[in-house]
């Protein structure tokens, strides 16, 4: 069971990032503030969605993807 919410909470990453960049090629004549405030919301968007499809592992331990959206926002 622990497997399936894991592989749900990557296709929810994999969809924010999709969606993200599908939409950035429509949406090209937002300023640079507006596309920053786009991309971090979406980014914040696919956090908080990973955090809800987390895995607890042991007790009070829970794995979810939300780094790897931290990781794409930093860079």
Not at 2 to 13: D, E, F, K, S, Y
Not at 19 to 32: A, C, I
Not at 48 to 72: H, P, Q
Request: aromatic share 10%; no cysteine; charged share 10%.
């Amino acid at each position: 069971m622990p497997w399936q919410v894991l592989i749900g909470n990557v296709a929810a990453v994999s969809l924010v990032i999709s969606v993200w960049m599908h939409l950035h090629y429509k949406l090209y004549r937002l300023s640079k503030v507006q596309a920053k405030l786009g991309f971090g919301l979406m980014m914040g968007l696919g956090a908080v969605l990973s955090m809800i499809l987390s895995v607890e592992i042991d007790s009070g331990y829970y794995l979810d993807l939300r780094s790897t959206l931290l990781a794409v926002s930093a860079v």
